[in-house]
């Protein structure tokens, strides 16, 4: 029941990995629900002392986008057509749990939810994203078709 999925070896060679800090952790094929871990770098915070909304935003895209990609087995990935997200508290610097689900993985459309939790379980963000289904990206490959 957990993890049928094989992670690709090259998902963690994209720019995007490093700068969240993204480390896939596990995915749930009953549930449709991947496990991600985070490291917020110092450079991600404001003077508010919280990760800026725009990349709370970065971090439950990838968190959902990988449960798209492991539910197609690392075939197809989300392209992004909505994301509506609410901010519960602050995150701070330091580690962060992501938890991304496919509502609906559709031949047109995709629904995704996400939530990002602090190490202690608190409920931190989450958001819902609505995406076009395309081919799984590479560093020589946008999967998107011409």
């Known amino acids: 029941m957990t993890q049928k999925y094989i992670h690709p070896k090259d998902a963690d060679s994209s ?9 896939f952790v ?4 009953a549930t449709q629900t991947a496990t991600m871990h985070f490291t917020v770098r110092r450079e991600m915070i404001t003077h508010r002392g919280g990760v800026q909304g725009g990349l709370v935003a970065g971090y439950l895209d990838d968190v959902m986008g990988y449960a798209y990609v492991a539910s197609t087995n690392g075939e197809m990935a989300p392209l992004n057509l909505e994301i509506s997200m609410s901010l519960i508290r602050l995150i701070p610097e330091g580690p962060l749990i992501g938890k991304g689900r496919v509502v609906k993985g559709g031949r047109k459309v995709i629904i995704l939810e996400g939530e990002l939790f602090s190490e202690d379980g608190k409920l931190m963000a989450r958001a819902t994203s609505t995406a076009l289904p395309t081919s799984r990206p590479s560093s020589t490959n946008t999967g998107l078709d011409a």
């Not at 720019?15 to 480390?23: D, I, M, R």
């Not at 596990?26 to 094929?29: A, F, L, Q």
């Open 26 to 29: 596990s995915y749930d094929e």
């Open 15 to 23: 720019p995007h990995t490093a700068l969240l800090g993204s480390q």
